[in-house]
């Protein structure tokens, strides 16, 4: 009965301590976010992600659009809306590289699932980048074409780690010697006897 609890015991504080964001990143909403407030352009920024094993916001529905814009407003990241709004952007991992006006999420290759684009956007064939901005004070963040060599801030996300979804696709089983050993999918390689996180 014991050894029953103790194994029952590893496999709560597992889903409970995956339940997590990498280190450095903030967890808000469903996603886990690291911000670098000094601008770069677009290739710098995507790069800066990928370091981190990330890539760079792409948004889902509007109440990710929302919670993000809250935090960043109270972070200092997007300020004050002034007649060039644009100045204040924030990179996005949607891209249209190939200039056919089909823009995609660069980190998967696939089009759009969510469309945020603001006013009159997109709208100039030599803005190839999307950045997000507030139009307007009441405004929450809204897609813009830009320049991909424009300076904007960066904003790289991660999925949660060890999300419970993942975690009750796993067979438990209350023998200790049963148990699996998990290492986090962000790493390369795991060592004998663990299996990947992404591979559940």
């Not at 424009?150 to 999300?163: D, F, N, S, T, W």
Request: glycine fraction near 4%; proline fraction near 4%; include cysteine.
């Amino acid at each position: 009965m014991r050894s029953a609890l103790s194994a029952l015991s590893i496999v709560i504080l597992l889903s409970m301590t995956l339940a997590k964001c990498p280190n450095k990143f903030v967890q808000i909403g469903k996603k886990c976010y690291y911000v670098f407030t000094q601008k770069t352009d677009w290739l710098r920024a995507e790069r800066k992600c990928r370091q981190l094993n990330a890539h760079l916001v792409v948004f889902e529905d509007q109440q990710e659009v929302d919670l993000l814009t809250n935090y960043l407003e109270e972070k200092g990241v997007v300020l004050t809306v002034h007649p060039r709004w644009w100045d204040e952007s924030i990179w996005i991992g949607i891209t249209d590289l190939d200039n056919t006006r089909n823009f995609i999420v660069e980190h998967t290759k696939q089009p759009m699932r969510y469309t945020l684009w603001g006013p009159g956007e997109p709208n100039y064939w030599f803005q190839q980048c999307v950045a997000a901005a507030k139009v307007t004070q009441a405004d929450s963040l809204s897609y813009h074409d830009f320049v991909c060599e424009e300076q904007a801030k960066v904003v790289c996300e991660h999925p949660i780690l060890g999300r419970r979804e993942s975690m009750n696709e796993v067979q438990i089983s209350l023998k200790l010697s049963a148990l699996p050993y998990y290492c986090a999918s962000i790493q390369r390689t795991c060592g004998e006897n663990f299996q990947k996180l992404d591979e559940l």
